[in-house]
């Protein structure tokens, strides 16, 4: 599953350079003014170096992301029911999903991410599992088979290994941004530092996880041939996302966001419009169990800069994405109570 998609060659390349230009630069403050070595030895050395950082990203991706969301491991005794439907699911695409995991979050989310040789490994939030329908779990599901299945996703979690160690140094910085009012001049300075490597990163790691989320969302419908289960999904993680803005999805979630069903500062900006387009399209959304109007409109949250990018498309377009897809295979679509023609 580790395919190079042409689409990532000039961000490896980029990031190959970035990468090179940091090591070339403390190679020859080490090697040419205090050692003395000539500028062939400084490059060699410099580009082997290089190499070994890139390389060692990828072998740790997956470990950064695993300890940074701390999920319990699932078994088939612990959970029949996910187990099957997980397996089931990746069987039928013919993949092997190596671990499921939960995350002890209210939020609910999924997320995933891939090992140096491309194995999956599924994260499930707990609210997910206690908010979806089975339908929905399933549609959410596939989901995430299709993009571990899209040829980015190895790229993407490389990167969003580096993001983790950029909140390592911002989390307290990050956390005054939400409120916390003991931020102290070191947090500043912590944030200043760890703002190089998540500036160096993040383009890249929004072309793989943008990329990655497109191929999702088609397969998504193609694979379960139920476009209403993965709409409805799409409504009710967003709507909780949203009214929920003040907890994991605004820190804990920041670096990994880029993985997730859903990127949790485009729920957030976006649900208001994703509101009105479901209604617009008759869909009755104080019909859905546990659905939440209040939530804060986007232009009363102060976004801190760690979040301030989009690695997905918005709700809304994939909201009317997933309606065109689905109109194809289940005319007039059902959604709830509403037919959509």
Do not use: C
């Amino acid at each position: 599953m580790w395919r190079l998609k042409a689409k990532l060659r000039p961000v490896i390349v980029f990031h190959f350079v970035i990468h090179f230009a940091f090591i070339f630069f403390l190679s020859w403050v080490l090697l040419s003014l205090l050692l003395r070595f000539d500028p062939v030895t400084i490059i060699a050395v410099g580009f082997l170096l290089t190499i070994t950082s890139l390389f060692m990203e990828v072998m740790i991706g997956s470990s950064q992301v695993v300890n940074h969301l701390d999920p319990r491991w699932l078994s088939e005794a612990s959970d029949p029911v996910i187990w099957a439907l997980v397996h089931g699911e990746a069987s039928r695409a013919g993949i092997k999903i190596t671990k499921i995991g939960v995350i002890n979050s209210e939020s609910p989310n999924a997320l995933i991410a891939a090992s140096f040789r491309g194995e999956p490994i599924l994260l499930l939030t707990k609210g997910l599992m206690q908010r979806l329908s089975y339908r929905e779990m399933r549609a959410v599901i596939s989901y995430m088979i299709g993009t571990s299945m899209s040829g980015f996703l190895v790229a993407a979690t490389m990167f969003a290994g580096i993001l983790i160690l950029s909140y390592r140094l911002t989390s307290r910085y990050i956390e005054s941004r939400m409120g916390n009012p003991r931020e102290q001049f070191v947090d500043k300075v912590m944030a200043a530092i760890g703002y190089i490597p998540f500036a160096l990163t993040v383009s890249q790691y929004v072309t793989a996880t943008h990329s990655a989320s497109s191929f999702g969302d088609r397969y998504a419908v193609d694979q379960t041939r139920d476009p209403s289960a993965y709409i409805m999904a799409l409504i009710k993680v967003a709507n909780d996302t949203a009214s929920q803005s003040d907890r994991d999805n605004r820190t804990l979630f920041t670096p990994v966001k880029g993985l997730m069903f859903m990127d949790p500062t485009l729920a957030i900006r976006d649900y208001p419009v994703l509101l009105k387009a479901a209604r617009s399209q008759g869909i009755r959304l104080e019909m859905i169990p546990g659905h939440s109007p209040e939530t804060l409109e986007s232009s009363e949250v102060e976004y801190h800069v760690f979040e301030w990018f989009w690695s997905q498309p918005g709700p809304l377009e994939r909201f009317r994405g997933a309606i065109r897809a689905g109109k194809k295979i289940e005319y007039p679509l059902k959604i709830g109570l509403a037919w959509i023609e």
